[in-house]
């Protein structure tokens, strides 16, 4: 705790930065101290420091009052208040916080989706400018866990005030205490490890139908923030002044990023878009928009790019140099008639690659640099070649909704798992077609090396590599050891079911997308089949890593960059061997099958 | 002034021999039909096979397997192609057996079925991928259809077309139905295609290169080694052929080493480089004799020159050899892929990716077929162990027959060397002593002295006619002489 005199100087000078594109609501509201002075003073709270409070007036004016001069009731508030935002000891600093606000009025967060980094200490603050009570709770994820925690809530009856609402439920992840109308309460928490969408709510009674909203755990996380958009109605020829003009509305934008999903407007519209963006480090960023019809985009309030005028869609850049920190960012755009699309990306001083700040890709003027891009349309595209990171007898299939898969025919495991772009057949389809070709698009994930089933009669025993077989190598002659099938396509996307055989084991691997690549559930689940009289001590090595951890909801954490769950007979076990973590299922036989389900998630 | 008129009359036979096969006249035997492609495929054909129901299976360089209908009419504008199968690793060889599709492709055999009715394969299972492949694009696999006891043959070609970095590379080797592969005969470089001719016997063709002076045919018998000892070390991995063989000393002969090496087998017929061939891939079989007067002979692909060949072999002291002629020219595309239908009809499939082909085109489908009118050709030529009988498709002209000025015959053969090719060396004229027209006047004995055993034996026939006076359709043979006959 500093000086008082520069935390003054510090609230005085910070706010009003702040303050700029900043909406209205964030003002706590308004409640009347009573100074010993005489003097009665409106103003919410906005910290305690030492054995002061720091009072903001409605109109923004900030100041310290000591303590001992407000009246028993404002200290007594004031120790609620306390209660409600205190630090949880050991918590630290936070590495991020974050503001909602409860809309007066109405039953409803301000922020219908936030968006966090895996495991970081997150500090939200809940400023509550409704005349009710309101609190907010994170619960697990999954459809549905967020209703039945305010249910459960509902159960605390007479008891529930003094608890603020907030229940014993397994799927209860962080609640902050109820914040008082017109003041505030915060909650410390750290984000979960495992990425996904995480519900929030407010778990007073009847009010959890309506005050909800979705936390998402992601490691992209959005540069962009308090962004909202306004809508006009009229027929232009090039940006209008829009102050000339009345608008529809405004509103949050639900994505929390540039695009045209906001609207079902098609034709004679023009939007402004306003909120912050969060600039990583000091340096020259590059915007680029692409848009059909006009656009212009505006940062600190100065024009960075104008790309005026009726055209089609079409890209253009502009560089600023940026400061560290929170700048205010503008996206004005207007439709005329026919085709409409916005796209809006930028470049930071740190990477050579364009990070899209819109929920759809830029538009490519064909395939990547003179490439030939193969892709599945209803139907998975197989393509077997030499894949990079999939070896010689690599089988590629991309799945419809952007996920792909590379197998690895020789030692009969999934190699690699990524998402976009399939694979570019440039190489293999031109001249002789020499060499090795890696996935096309992004995030590959890689599946455990080796073969995937073995034996182990003690725990210290190696996982074999007598099985492997190295790439130019004929069939190493072993006995009992792997024979690849081939596989069959089944359903309507016809998709591969890969076949082998592990002694006398004939096994199934059928691996299924979930999702698509740019919704956030995207997954695989895998099937193995196994048949065969049983084999005692067999095992599955799910997966190979620095760290492999158990979190919540039985899923298992692989280097960070990997989620699998499972459902198999038998529980996982994690092990060390060879300086390696290994996830191992064991095989549990009846009637001479077994069978183990897996989830694959991008973390 | 009459030794200025023979020496001018010689100087013009002589350049006449330069002449190449008559393209027009080719055609009024054997016309060929261009069938049409649909826009969005790319077909660099590698594998052709003749389904049942008037329908044949094509496969392309990049993978994918089309089921092509109405192929078989002299007016293909309705041709229906059906994308069977996608995704396949370089198919270079189909074969239709029992319901099932097999092709050879680069990693394995593989054999695929539609199950469910809607001309699409559901299931493809692997027979066999038991040889090594390692990433390098020449690791091609060419497989043959089924032989009398059901395997496929393969013919696997050496890393970098001359090295062996994977095992198995420079083999034959044979898949069962089972799914075991069999190593069968060593020695193979860089193969462009494999089939059986009507006796069962598997043949391959090996392209100019390293201890292969130029290109050919060569048979593959069971435990033998055909020539290029660089995959020989993979010896090591079988007993399925015996002991390797003895390596051959570079810059030797064929025949030379064929004394010291008791598993070396010579090729059956040598193309020469740059006149019949450059890179010979498919071969087929005329066993139904619906192709013309050439039933149980071989039709060769020839991929530079956008040709095919045929080739007539005998059995001489146990050895496969004979003659290599030019056949048919003129098609669209580098020819690979060689098929024939039930009917007669001749399917050929081309591309030039990756090595230039005179066609022009980037890839080809055709089909060639015999019109009836029977050409005018040699039809065979037989080794004697003083000369040659050379048999005709029709009666010749007598007086033409028994003129050895008729004839021509130039003898040579090429460096077996570890090197790349080989110039022509050991050039020799045998003399043609006399020419005696049989009764039936189909054929000719030709009284050679001066012939070399091992060498090809180049016979031109500018001169002879048939009865109505017509010239040869293709006035040269080129015979291979490993062995002569005894009697």
């Known amino acids: ?603 | 002034m009459k030794k200025i008129i023979y020496s001018l009359l010689i100087t013009i036979s002589v350049s006449s021999l330069a002449l190449s096969q008559n393209p027009q006249e080719e055609s009024d035997h054997y016309p060929i039909v261009e069938i049409p492609i649909p826009d969005n495929i790319v077909l660099e054909v590698g594998g052709i096979e003749i389904l049942p129901g008037k329908r044949i299976a094509v496969s392309s360089r990049r993978g994918d397997i089309y089921v092509v209908e109405g192929a078989y009419t002299d007016d293909p504008g309705d041709d229906k192609w059906i994308p069977w199968a996608i995704g396949l690793h370089e198919v270079l060889g189909l074969a239709w057996k029992d319901g099932w599709l097999y092709a050879t492709q680069r990693p394995e055999v593989t054999r695929m079925k539609d199950e469910d009715g809607d001309f699409r394969a559901d299931i493809f299972e692997s027979v066999s991928s038991a040889w090594g492949i390692n990433g390098d694009y020449h690791e091609y696999a060419f497989g043959s259809r089924h032989d009398p006891d059901g395997n496929i043959w393969v013919v696997l070609c050496l890393t970098g077309s001359g090295g062996a970095s994977s095992d198995f590379r420079g083999w034959c080797v044979r898949v069962t139905p089972d799914g075991k592969m069999l190593p069968t005969t060593s020695g193979i470089r860089s193969p462009g295609g494999i089939g059986q001719n009507h006796l069962g016997d598997m043949f391959y063709c090996d392209n100019q290169g390293v201890w292969n002076g130029t290109s050919s045919i060569k048979p593959l018998p069971v435990g033998g080694f055909v020539g290029n000892p660089t995959g020989n070390k993979y010896y090591e991995l079988t007993d399925a052929i015996g002991k390797r063989p003895e390596d051959p000393k570079s810059g030797s002969r064929i025949s030379t080493e064929r004394a010291k090496i008791p598993e070396l087998v010579p090729p059956a017929a040598m193309f020469p480089h740059g006149k019949l061939s450059n890179s010979p891939t498919g071969i087929a079989c005329d066993t139904s004799g619906k192709f013309g007067p050439f039933t149980n002979q071989l039709f060769v692909g020839e991929q530079t020159m956008s040709t095919v060949l045929r080739v007539a072999l005998e059995k001489v002291n146990g050895v496969y050899q004979g003659a290599a002629f030019p056949f048919r020219g003129k098609f669209k595309s580098g020819n690979v892929a060689v098929r024939l239908g039930p009917d007669g009809s001749m399917f050929v499939g081309g591309t030039d990716r990756g090595w230039g082909a005179r066609g022009g085109k980037r890839f080809a489908l055709e089909r060639c077929h015999f019109n009836g009118k029977k050409p005018f050709e040699v039809l065979q030529m037989k080794a004697k162990p003083d000369g040659f009988e050379v048999i005709f498709t029709e009666p010749i002209e007598e007086k033409s027959g028994s003129d050895i000025a008729s004839y021509k015959m130039d003898s040579y053969t090429y460096i077996y060397q570890s090197g790349y090719g080989s110039p022509v060396v050991d050039k020799s004229n045998p003399t043609i002593k006399s020419a005696s027209v049989s009764q039936d006047k189909k054929s000719v004995y030709l009284k050679i002295e001066g012939l070399v055993k091992g060498n090809v034996h180049e016979l031109n026939l500018p001169g002879i006619k048939n009865v109505e006076g017509k010239a040869l359709l293709h006035q040269v043979g080129y015979y291979t002489l490993n062995e002569i006959p005894e009697n």
């Open chain 1, 1 to 603: 705790m500093g000086n008082i005199k520069t935390l003054f100087f510090f609230y005085v000078l910070f706010i009003p930065i702040a303050g700029i594109g900043q909406d209205k609501t964030e003002d706590p509201g308004a409640r009347t101290w009573s100074h010993s002075d005489g003097r009665k003073i409106k103003a919410g709270i906005v910290d305690v420091v030492d054995k002061n409070v720091i009072l903001k007036t409605p109109n923004g004016k900030i100041g310290p009052v000591k303590l001992a001069k407000l009246s028993k009731e404002d200290q007594e508030y004031i120790a609620i208040w306390i209660q409600n935002n205190a630090v949880p000891k050991g918590f630290g600093k936070p590495d991020t916080t974050i503001e909602i606000t409860t809309l007066k009025g109405e039953m409803k967060y301000n922020k219908p989706i936030i968006t966090v980094y895996p495991g970081k200490k997150i500090k939200l603050i809940l400023r509550n400018q409704d005349d009710m009570h309101h609190n907010l709770a994170i619960t697990k994820s999954g459809k549905g866990k967020d209703m039945k925690v305010a249910q459960e809530a509902w159960k605390l009856g007479v008891d529930g005030f003094a608890k603020h609402w907030i229940p014993k439920h397994p799927d209860l992840l962080f609640a902050s205490k109820m914040a008082d109308p017109h003041s505030s309460s915060t909650l410390y928490f750290t984000a979960p490890k495992r990425t996904g969408k995480y519900p929030y709510v407010c778990t007073l009674p009847g009010h959890a139908q309506v005050m909800r909203g979705t936390m998402i755990v992601s490691k992209e996380v959005n540069p962009l923030s308090e962004l909202t958009f306004t809508l006009f109605k009229g027929s232009w020829k090039k940006i209008p002044d829009w102050n000339q003009i009345e608008p529809s509305g405004t509103d949050h934008v639900p994505s929390g990023k540039f695009d045209l999903s906001c609207t079902k407007e098609k034709d004679s519209f023009g939007i402004v878009f306003r909120g912050n963006i969060e600039a990583p480090k000091s340096g020259d960023y590059i915007f680029t928009v692409s848009s059909d019809d006009g656009s212009r985009l505006l940062i600190d309030r100065k024009i960075v790019i104008d790309h005026d005028g009726i055209h089609g869609d079409s890209p253009k850049s502009g560089k600023v140099k940026l400061e560290k920190g929170s700048h205010h960012i503008e996206v004005q755009y207007f439709e005329g008639g026919g085709e409409e699309s916005l796209y809006v990306g930028w470049k930071t001083p740190d990477f050579k690659k364009e990070i899209p700040l819109s929920v759809n890709r830029r538009p490519s003027g064909g395939n990547s640099p003179s490439g030939q891009l193969l892709a599945a349309e209803e139907e998975a595209r197989i393509y077997r070649n030499f894949i990079q990171g999939a070896g010689s007898r690599a089988i590629g299939v991309g799945y419809p909704g952007g996920l792909n898969l590379a197998y690895d025919a020789n030692n009969m495991r999934i190699a690699m798992l990524w998402l976009g772009d399939f694979i570019d057949a440039k190489r293999h389809w031109n001249g002789r077609g020499q060499g090795y070709q890696p996935p096309a698009g992004e995030s590959v994930i890689n599946g455990p090396p080796g073969v995937p089933f073995a034996t182990i009669s003690d725990s210290n025993e190696s996982w074999p590599d007598s099985f492997i077989r190295k790439e130019n190598a004929q069939l190493p002659p072993i006995k009992g050891g792997y024979l690849f099938k081939g596989y069959k396509l089944t359903g309507k996307e016809r998709i591969p079911t890969f076949r082998y055989t592990f002694g006398t084991l004939s096994i199934e691997d059928m691996p299924s997308p979930q999702g698509s690549f740019e919704s956030s559930d995207v997954a695989f689940t895998r099937s193995i089949k196994i048949k065969g009289k049983p084999v005692k001590n067999l095992y599955f090595r799910a997966a190979v890593g620095q760290s492999i951890e158990l979190t919540d909801n039985n899923t298992y954490l692989i280097d960070d960059n990997t989620a699998l769950t499972f459902k198999s007979e038998k529980k996982p076990v994690i092990r060390e061997n060879g300086g390696n973590k290994e996830l191992l299922i064991p095989i549990q036989f009846s009637n001479d099958s077994a069978l183990i389900e897996q989830t694959i998630n991008w973390q």
